[in-house]
């Protein structure tokens, strides 16, 4: 078995694409405790921006507690469009076609149900089993509970890692009035071809919803000039909003006004500020506020954001390809020797920020690299999930990891941890 | 025209009322920017407790930039059943009757579709226009989107600010299935009898849902004693939870497994960490929660809960009830003989810790007003609307802010601000 000793060429590369890396400074604007410790899940929960420390305090101390109730008036309702505005920049949509709000699954259900009422004489809903579960549910919920007969198919993956264009492509008859994806599925990493999808399932007659939750801040995404019609997603992952931080919906423009929000809160109204007994929709995609937004969490969004915007979309890309990159050339000479297989594909436009690894004692090992400073995620039954966030995380991070998943297999470190079952949200 | 001097006595049973009240101290526990300030919009958005400052400090830097994805496991997955433990002491529920999630009108909109389809064979909603606009839009969609055939019947008020019990108790036919109201309505500040209409609305077979939004904090709630069916509120208001904080939700313990969420998310899962491609909803109230809930925001909730509990409910209520009681001794003073009128009932037990003025001026008033620094809300078209808060205003707050009240009125400088139409979630 091949070693991976301080001398192995695979480390000169390591350094040398950090020295040569645009992004290097950026990992100095996250709060990093303890330098030593590898942090691989930040498509979990993305770390924390040093400057959202300073935004929340102020926010907390100058703004909840001094403005109190003005503060709506003097930030709080313009924040929101402005934070909106800025991850519009990073999804590819045109101002005004993005919101932040609730959370993911109440954001999907809304627009799914929204989206089926208008595809009236349509029956079909079209889905794929790499999907995140919870998506799964609330498309259940939604052929179930919008207008018409719906039913939901969910398409199979034959490897349960991939799902080719073409299986999707035969599955779309006139009856389909809806085909909602991930656009990175959260398991394997790969990456559906959104933009060739949506001409095909326009050409149907169909809608395109897209989850990008598992993409946002790490994969091109141009939802606009793609024609997708609707996207949910979330923001605590690659954009580092926080814990539960707000989710976010687009509506493309056009299709705004001609959508309902089965949850017609306040705060979607015409003139929340009437406080109107009538309920009228704001004109675009303001209608699919409901309640009053988290300010605290929202405005820890934005710092984030910024952050993304400053090192710049292309960059943030070209990295996470990078690494993803970089860590299959480990993988092919210290990891699939010693019984690691792959679920991500090896073609760079077919996957996301992630690579995830089978083993049979993936739990276990999941632990170990904890022990070891090394944090990914475990998925059942046998996957070892990891993000690669291109503003904070180093190619010699991943040679390391890759180092001590060496060190856990090859001493059998591993089986000291006892069996169980454990994952994080 | 009455004047208010120094000399006056209600100056002094303000002095005293303040000298002997037992939750004095605790105004120390919130900041307090501006000493000079009289902040009566409790009722929109409660004070900054000091605590929650540095609360939400550690736990931003300590929590999420320590432990990231870690804090799930460690803390934040105990912090939701803690925090809402907490708030079921307040609003008199069993523990695993209350959860912290959503908004106000997404929970609303989750338990009210819930109930409508387990109460087959019934037909109508009854609610009254003194209820929370936007509970009027939800309530007004659930019935459209439950099973079965559903009609809103909106029982209206005679004289615009009350609705007595008989009114509701002659509506209730055994089409009647489920009657939905808010506990304090936000305009009047009138009381609904909760006990005795849970008492009148069971006999004939309909569910009570209150929204406590208004009430929770200020005004004694026994939900569960009363059985009390379903309940919404948010936690932004008296509770002090923070600008957009999370909402909550109750479910009698008894009810809870029948209901199916409309809305089937992940963390709403019997085991959400499975990540199942089916959904099997968790057994008691835990079925109501959605997404991946805002750690940050719910953090904050806690030590302002902690500070209510502390203070004690019935020294709460006790006091809340001196303030507003005081208040219209200054009324009776001052206020109705300079054409004020008052909206709130006068009977203590049918008014929550608000009080509303009638003045065809309400406008201009109120802009005078925050500029001499007594913060409260306008409604239109003519509503002057106050919170007291018992745990940070006191008794010579509200003589201030009449005294200033009297001087806006007699030298008429509320005549220098402009028409206009606002006000603030």
Not at 116 to 123: D, E, F, S, T
Not at 286 to 301: C, E, I, K, S
Request: hydrophobic share 40%; net charge neutral; with cysteine.
């Amino acid at each position: 078995m091949n070693e991976f000793p301080p001398s192995h060429p695979l480390w000169e590369t390591a350094k040398s694409l950090d020295a040569k890396d645009p992004l290097r400074k950026f990992r100095q604007e996250f709060m990093i405790a303890d330098p030593d410790e590898i942090y691989l899940n930040g498509n979990s929960l993305g770390r924390l921006p040093v400057r959202t420390v300073q935004r929340l305090e102020r926010i907390i101390r100058e703004q909840w507690g001094v403005w109190l109730i003005r503060g709506w008036d003097r930030d709080w309702l313009k924040l929101l469009s402005r934070v909106a505005d800025k991850l519009a920049v990073i999804i590819g949509a045109h101002p005004g076609e993005v919101l932040l709000a609730d959370s993911t699954s109440v954001n999907l259900y809304k627009l799914a149900i929204a989206c089926l009422n208008i595809q009236r004489g349509k029956k079909v809903v079209i889905t794929d089993e790499l999907n995140f579960p919870s998506d799964l549910y609330i498309l259940r919920a939604a052929v179930q509970q919008a207008q018409g007969n719906w039913r939901l198919q969910i398409l199979s993956s034959e490897d349960g890692n991939t799902l080719p264009l073409e299986k999707i492509e035969k599955a779309i008859t006139p009856e389909v009035g809806l085909v909602a994806l991930s656009h990175v599925c959260f398991r394997s990493g790969f990456l559906h071809d959104i933009s060739r999808l949506s001409e095909v399932i326009h050409q149907h007659g169909a809608m395109l919803l897209v989850d990008v939750s598992h993409s946002a801040g790490v994969v091109p995404l141009r939802l606009h000039d793609w024609k997708v019609d609707l996207a949910v997603g979330c923001t605590y992952k690659f954009l580092n909003g926080g814990p539960g931080s707000p989710a976010f919906l687009y509506v493309r423009e056009d299709l705004a006004p001609l959508l309902d929000n089965p949850i017609p809160g306040w705060l979607g109204h015409e003139n929340p500020f009437r406080f109107d007994l009538e309920y009228r929709p704001a004109r675009g995609i303001g209608r699919f506020r409901v309640g009053t937004p988290p300010v605290l969490a929202m405005a820890a969004v934005e710092p984030a954001l910024d952050l993304l915007l400053e090192a710049g979309q292309e960059n943030a890309y070209h990295k996470a390809k990078g690494l993803t990159e970089f860590f299959l050339s480990l993988y092919d000479a210290f990891l699939r020797p010693r019984g690691f297989g792959l679920a991500t594909p090896r073609e760079p436009d077919r996957r996301g920020a992630q690579i995830s690894l089978i083993h049979p004692e993936a739990w276990p090992i999941s632990r170990a690299a904890r022990d070891r400073k090394v944090v990914l995620d475990f998925r059942p039954p046998n996957l070892l999930r990891m993000g690669f966030a291109p503003l904070y995380n180093s190619y010699q991070e991943l040679a390391r990891a890759v180092e001590i998943f060496c060190q856990i297999v090859d001493s059998q470190s591993y089986r000291q941890y006892p069996e169980g079952v454990d994952g994080i949200p």
